[in-house]
């Protein structure tokens, strides 16, 4: 069982950047996929990052390549999203996952463990 804990959303203008961390529990934190996806109000929760345990290999959204960086702390049992150039549409709330079976995979259905999620709110 992995339970997980999202914090460092905020509010911020166009242009910033904010940094989200994910804590994980449980004893095989390691050994899993991770990923961050994000759900604004009336929309699906879409796909934002993931990144292999052995953190070798990560995933984007198109919508985020080249501003938002994935990254983990295997020891610390951390995720974390850097997200820079923040833009009003990456308004939404954003949750980190866990994948048991170590595949990439960008589809939020194959993801067994959410947090509560973290608001972001980008201004214009």
């Known amino acids: 069982q992995v339970q997980l804990g999202e914090s460092g959303g905020g509010l911020v203008q166009a242009g910033g950047s904010l940094r989200l961390s994910c804590l994980a529990s449980?004893?095989?934190?390691?050994?899993?996929?991770m990923g961050w996806f994000r759900q604004a109000p009336g929309k699906e929760r879409e796909f934002v990052a993931m990144?292999?345990?052995?953190?070798?290999?990560?995933r984007y959204a198109d919508s985020v390549k080249g501003r938002f960086t994935i990254s983990r702390d295997n020891a610390k049992n951390m995720v974390y999203l850097q997200m820079n150039s923040l833009k009003p549409e990456d308004t939404s709330v954003y949750y980190c996952?866990?994948?048991?079976?170590?595949?990439?995979?960008?589809?939020?259905?194959?993801?067994?463990?959410w947090g509560l999620g973290t608001q972001v709110t980008v201004s214009s």
């Open positions: 990144i292999h345990w052995s953190g070798g290999i990560t």
């Open positions: 449980g004893r095989i934190f390691s050994s899993y996929v």
């Open positions: 996952a866990a994948d048991r079976t170590a595949r990439i995979n960008t589809n939020p259905a194959a993801y067994d463990y």
